[in-house]
């Protein structure tokens, strides 16, 4: 098992090193796999250079990896990114492992933890409330607009062949098969939702996802 460590402060003025001091007791501590953030917490953690950084080495290798992390909220603020993150680990077989909260996504033997799912599954709870307020809001604000004749959807482009798109889109298509979200692949990539919108359809199709 290999473990890297994350560790995040919201400004310069913030000291890490009580974090960092925490890792440097625990089981296979390498500074080589240590990745410091200085962010704040409302910026989703796959918008963060260094988490980026740590997701791609972890994901580039093989072996079983262990991210370990002083607690949670170290992912992000907003529950929904949170639940984001650890869903994206789990797809990529990434154990999480939170100091604080005291549990890991995975046992030693490669399975699911049932304890660390049911902290999760309570997590989910309240940011399914949260997902549904935000998309009643949404679907209020979109027939305001139509009401208003501000809104008509999206106009259709035009249309390239299935293969060029997915050779000329690689990057997106790796990271749609990472389990990475569309926002995340657009702050990452530059890609438009669109795009990575028409990118996973071809892919479902396929059935490569």
Do not use: W
């Not at 984001?84 to 154990?95: E, Y």
């Not at 307020?133 to 004749?149: C, D, F, T, W, Y």
């Amino acid at each position: 098992m290999t473990y890297y460590f994350y560790s995040r402060t919201s400004t310069v003025l913030q000291n890490s090193a009580r974090q960092i001091e925490s890792f440097k007791s625990h089981e296979g501590f390498d500074p080589s796999r240590l990745f410091v953030e200085r962010i704040q917490g409302n910026v989703p953690f796959m918008e963060r250079p260094e988490a980026v950084k740590m997701f791609d080495e972890i994901t580039n290798q093989s072996e079983r990896c262990t991210v370990v992390v002083d607690s949670t909220d170290r992912l992000g603020r907003n529950l929904l990114d949170i639940l984001n993150t650890i869903s994206v680990f789990k797809k990529n077989q990434i154990n999480l492992k939170s100091l604080k909260e005291g549990f890991s996504t995975f046992l030693d033997n490669g399975e699911e933890n049932p304890m660390a799912n049911l902290v999760i599954s309570v997590m989910g709870s309240i940011g399914e409330l949260s997902r549904n307020q935000i998309k009643s809001r949404s679907m209020e604000g979109i027939k305001v607009a139509q009401a208003l004749g501000k809104f008509k959807g999206r106009k259709i482009g035009s249309v390239q062949s299935i293969d060029k798109t997915i050779q000329r889109h690689a990057d997106v298509v790796l990271k749609i098969k990472k389990g990475l979200s569309v926002r995340d692949i657009n702050t990452i990539t530059g890609k438009s939702s669109t795009t990575i919108v028409n990118v996973r359809k071809i892919l479902l199709n396929r059935g490569e996802i």
